[in-house]
């Protein structure tokens, strides 16, 4: 292998820990020179960079994630340190390798989001997946055949289970995961319900993604909608918010529904005290179960959901709106777009 | 069929809806004929009724009830209006019938709480289970081998799944449910904590039911105890009590906890706002799946639960207590023990 040695490659670090939601001052951007790949391990250059809310996680100084301590089947993300690079999730092509699995050229991304905000990863060959560029572009890779079209398909097909006619209530329905889940769930043959903030992600998800009532959780009563959308309550709550939208959603369940938690992007910002549930008790009278889940406990089954997601592409069944950012330099402005911008769909940064 | 006319059988009805504990102001012993079965109808005379914390919640004027709207299963119980008789469930011996499965002489007890606290109860044969009275004493068809002793059969077996060396935690651990619960947990190798109430009941659970750690959350900070009790956190949460409790032990769950819910205790007789669930995050946090069941669930299987529970009863590897109150007139007194109790086990009603 001839020498790669890149003297100058970007990459963002945890500077202090942000109180609430971040700000530029939490992070730096350094420069300086990766390091020659050892044996297994591949220079990866990375493309785009998934943005996603659950990344605010990481930032924590202490334990208070659903990622943590989740190496148990391969997948591990643990919290950044201060001075540490920002974990996230990448897609990106091989430049420099010592691995058989993954030689020069090939495209590639990574398990458990250690591709990081940078330009250049030095990643083990067990960090990564090969990815079939010719199959769908490289930002489909990182969102709906990435880890959100999979937290999706898993937790809608695996969780929640749904069957035809039942009526599905999403959370956060306009994101990454959201937007996915709600279409999976019409094509099982369900009343499909989507919560999201403002009127232009409920056009778009009325008008793009076909659910069945949209509602603008921030111009209407909430309770009062839903009562309205779901007479009969709901069968399932795939939520990404909790909080008090997971709370008011636990007012109106159906007998024997089923929860299920892949987020709670209310939460993730919070600096007072957690949001107390004042409806739990709706879990014993309606005989609910509640499962929080993540990707990382269907990665050993990752191809099966990417084999079906690739599928619905192509054929056109589902689609899988990006937003992207153009630039590393941006991270910081991105980041915060997840818990306030009026995107819908995937988020990313190009930083190729 | 002779008849078999009974002009003064005592029941007991429902004055007023109760706010709160209940009163003896809201219950009035009745005496009236018991009337003649119709085609497929028997008359049980009651040697037991059951004194369940759960009947308080067929009580309440409005639905906010696990128990209510369950009749998909063949189990159904119904609140219980004004000057209606209260619900709840029995043994006894068929005196008349026009039943062929339950001719005169057989003992029989309720599947859903219509037997009711009377003397005697003309009730359909669907309501109806046949009880061997020659392998358990009739109070055990009500105890373990009844609506309580199966609820802990199926949700620790079925719901909760214990794998050897998990540490379980009971609440309610003393009581009817609770006390089946945590010896089936120690059957099936796990370490197990018990949550009771005071120095009697905690040492008989330690001392008679061989519990790993008995708490008196009475006595003690719950939170530090189950800290010290479960260093490691607790892989499954048997929850009887929700509220406050059910909070704390939220906040001291393994990885991949499993909460199971087959009561609230706590909240039965509450008449302000809920108690609001502080931890709730721990549920995303831990990955945890928290289910609420209840004994309709696995009527269709009772004959395993029921199978089960007397082979261990047969063979010494199981206690089930009770504590009989003698008399129907007492049955005021003896609805709020489930509440401030100090017994152990099943609380039941002597009828004859």
């Known amino acids: 292998m001839e020498s790669t040695m890149i003297n100058a490659a970007r990459q963002w670090r945890l500077k202090s820990h942000p109180h609430g939601l ?16 050892r044996d297994g391990e591949v220079v990866m250059r990375l493309h785009y960079v998934s943005i996603d809310p659950g990344l605010r996680l990481f930032m924590n100084p202490t334990s208070h994630s659903e990622w943590e301590d989740r190496n148990e089947e391969g997948g591990r993300a643990v919290l950044v340190g201060e001075g540490e690079p920002i974990k996230a999730w990448g897609v990106g092509e091989v430049i420099a390798s010592r691995s058989q699995r993954f030689p020069i050229g090939t495209f590639v991304r990574d398990i458990a989001a250690t591709a990081s905000v940078q330009e250049y990863a030095c990643l083990h060959e067990d960090e990564l997946l090969a990815v079939q560029a010719d199959v769908a572009p490289l930002p489909a890779h990182l969102g709906i055949l990435g ?22 209530v999403v959370s956060g329905a306009a994101g990454a995961v959201g937007s996915i ?117 269907y990665l050993p089954q990752s191809s099966e959901g990417i084999a079906a997601l690739t599928e619905w592409l192509q054929q056109g069944l589902i689609k899988a709106p990006e937003r992207i950012v153009e630039g590393i330099e941006n991270f910081p402005a991105a980041m915060v777009m997840p818990f306030s911008g009026d995107h819908v769909g995937k988020l990313m940064l190009k930083v190729v």
């Open 22 to 37: 971040p700000v530029a001052e939490n992070f730096e951007l350094v420069t300086e020179a990766v390091r020659e790949p």
């Open 147 to 168: 880890m959100t079209g999979l937290t999706a398909y898993f937790g809608m097909i695996k969780v929640a289970k749904p069957r035809a006619g039942d009526t599905v």
């Open 181 to 297: 889940a709600v279409q999976i769930a019409k094509m099982m043959g369900c009343r499909v319900v989507g919560i999201a903030g403002g009127p232009l992600k409920c056009t778009w998800l009325r008008d793009e993604l076909g659910v069945d009532v949209a509602i603008d959780y921030k111009a209407r009563n909430l309770g009062a909608a839903l009562r309205e959308a779901c007479p009969d309550g709901m069968d399932i709550y795939f939520d990404n918010v909790g909080g008090e939208m997971l709370d008011t959603c636990l007012a109106n369940l159906a007998q024997r529904a089923r929860i299920v938690s892949c987020g709670a992007i209310a939460e993730y910002n919070r600096t007072g005290a957690p949001y107390a549930l004042a409806n739990w008790f709706a879990i014993m009278s309606k005989l609910a179960t509640w499962t929080a889940f993540n990707y990382f406990d």
